[in-house]
């Protein structure tokens, strides 16, 4: 061959031209996956969840909230809107010390500023006024419902229904509704009909300190159709077969079904019976459980369903003042939801039971995001649900101390129906120390029945009793309220997510099957090469090849 004639393209030069190539298809791939992922990114970026953020410092409600010399200790609120006026709203608590009594203020700004509304004492009771909830009818009025207290032991002597048709400003005088020994009363209003109201309650036969002396004391219901004038008589809720009940939590959905959840502790002397003499220790060993009775007749008759058969409790408490299950229904009455506080993982965890029949089947969340085992209490919460949907769950949280003493108030919420809850929320501006308030000497500080909460689509209104201003000597609780917003994602037209979703994830897939196809061909390449050479690693000699 002449010096001057083009090389031979021999065998040895076509795999560098093959590899070229293939990795430009790989580069390529790449390049697509990239491009892919990134509209992706930007679909998820605009079309996200929505995301709850609290707006910052807390308010106080009462008056003697950062006065230290005012040692009344505030809690157990429930705080209501008016259907009317959705700027209009109001609060009742119970205050345990320094004497029983109520309290009841309202606002006309949203929650920014309150005034206290004074309830009128009942001819012939003695000033003892307790355990007020407040509820506001299908028409605007407010309705608070409150228990006389008598003698040396302080027993309910009576219950009272007070009404307001100036939005708080003035309460009407109290029409009596019940006679002696009905605990724990709850008050709700029919959302739909006006004047249809529904006192829940646990009537006693007999009781003595920190105890009901015998099992056997029954939920019951009375039922108002004018606003509280007149009412029909007690309707048993409770099975006849739980001998020990309590803690009666209504809710009223969207067609007029009453619901009323309670919890059955079983066998449970320690509490019910007061056997630990209003001392603290170690809770109750056997099982509660959480039950739910529905009735859709307004009241008439009712059945039941189990929504949790084993809750593990998870502390004492006086049996007159337990801590309440909370119960919630959507607007459009799909769901049921009820919460609650497990220690079944070996400390008191939140926990929302859901039910999409009516209450015939119910299935189980974890709500707070808190590793299990953690040896830390997340407690007493409060559920509520916005007119879309969206469920809310407020609690008692005390994640940050190691101690497992100082209390935060936390917020978490769900877009899903409650299957899964976002992060958490920290509603409260400063801990704060569970171990304030009534029987804080005897190792059984009281922090109250129940924390309060109202959800509208675009944020989340929580209430709850806080003990920053005191100390186990004067049981100082105040109640505080803080405001998480909705946030919702920036929105792409409909057509344009679908593209950016859907086109993304296929420019990905095809840019990935290119990188993935390139990989393949060169592990394919370097196994062929390999089986080509001598067992030495030597290539082949030239005449070995030869035919």
């Given amino acids: 061959m002449s010096a001057d004639a083009p090389e031979e393209l021999g065998p040895s030069s076509r795999p560098s031209l093959r590899s070229r190539g293939s990795g430009l298809l790989a580069g390529l791939g790449a390049a697509l996956a990239l491009i892919g992922a990134g509209a992706l990114l930007i679909s998820d970026a605009y079309g996200g969840k929505p995301r709850v953020e609290a707006l910052g410092s807390t308010v106080a409600v009462n008056a003697g909230a950062n006065d230290l010399r005012d040692i009344t200790a505030h809690n157990s609120p429930t705080v209501v809107r008016s259907p009317r006026d959705p700027r209009l709203l109001a609060i009742a608590n119970r205050i345990d010390t320094p004497r029983y009594s109520c309290a009841v203020h309202v606002s006309s700004d949203g929650g920014a500023s309150w005034r206290p509304s004074p309830l009128p004492v009942p001819t012939g009771e003695e000033p003892k006024c307790y355990a007020p909830d407040a509820a506001f009818g299908a028409d605007g009025t407010l309705y608070v419902s409150?228990?006389?207290?008598?003698?040396?032991?302080?027993?309910?002597?009576?219950?009272?229904?007070?009404?307001?048709?100036?939005?708080?400003?003035?309460?009407?005088?109290?029409?009596?509704?019940?006679?002696?020994?009905?605990?724990?009363?709850?008050?709700?209003?029919?959302?739909?009909?006006?004047?249809?109201?529904?006192?829940?309650?646990?009537?006693?036969?007999?009781v003595a300190l920190y105890s009901f002396t015998q099992p056997g004391n029954p939920i019951q219901v009375v039922h108002s159709v004018d606003g509280g004038r007149t009412w029909g008589p007690p309707v048993r809720v409770s099975d006849a077969r739980r001998a020990r009940v309590l803690a009666p939590t209504p809710a009223i959905g969207p067609h007029g079904e009453v619901y009323v959840s309670y919890l059955d502790i079983g066998e449970d002397q320690l509490d019910y019976q007061g056997l630990h003499q209003g001392r603290g220790g170690p809770p109750y060993t056997g099982p509660w459980s959480l039950v739910l009775a529905r009735s859709r007749d307004h009241g008439a008759s009712w059945e039941e369903s189990v929504v949790a058969p084993r809750i593990r409790p998870t502390e004492r408490f006086i049996a007159f003042i337990p801590p309440f299950p909370s119960l919630a229904v959507d607007p459009g009455g799909r769901h049921i939801y009820a919460a609650f506080q497990d220690g079944t993982l070996g400390d008191p965890d939140v926990r929302l039971w859901r039910s999409s029949d009516g209450g015939g089947h119910w299935t189980a969340t974890r709500v707070n995001d808190t590793p299990p085992h953690d040896g830390r209490a997340q407690y007493l919460p409060k559920v509520a649900v916005a007119p879309d949907g969206r469920v809310d769950v407020v609690y008692y949280d005390r994640r940050d101390d190691p101690a497992d003493v100082r209390n935060v108030v936390s917020l978490q919420s769900s877009f899903d129906q409650g299957r899964s809850f976002s992060a958490q929320v920290r509603l409260s501006d400063r801990s704060f120390a569970s171990n304030v308030g009534q029987g804080s000497d005897r190792g059984l500080a009281d922090l109250g029945s129940r924390l309060a909460l109202l959800s509208t689509d675009d944020r989340a209104l929580a209430v709850w009793p806080d003990t920053r201003a005191g100390t186990p000597t004067s049981g100082k609780q105040d109640l505080r309220l803080s405001v998480a917003n909705v946030v919702e994602p920036a929105r792409l037209a409909g057509w344009a997510h679908a593209a950016l979703r859907y086109g993304g994830l296929a420019i990905a897939l095809l840019g990935l099957g290119l990188v993935g196809g390139w990989a393949l061909a060169l592990i394919t390449r370097r196994r062929r090469d390999e089986a080509g050479k001598a067992p030495g690693g030597q290539e082949p000699a030239a005449d070995s090849v030869r035919p």
């Fill in 146 to 206: 409150f228990v006389t207290l008598a003698g040396l032991g302080n027993v309910p002597h009576a219950v009272w229904i007070s009404s307001s048709h100036d939005g708080g400003r003035t309460l009407s005088t109290p029409v009596r509704v019940l006679g002696p020994l009905a605990f724990q009363v709850r008050l709700v209003a029919d959302p739909t009909v006006p004047g249809r109201l529904y006192l829940t309650y646990l009537h006693a036969a007999a």
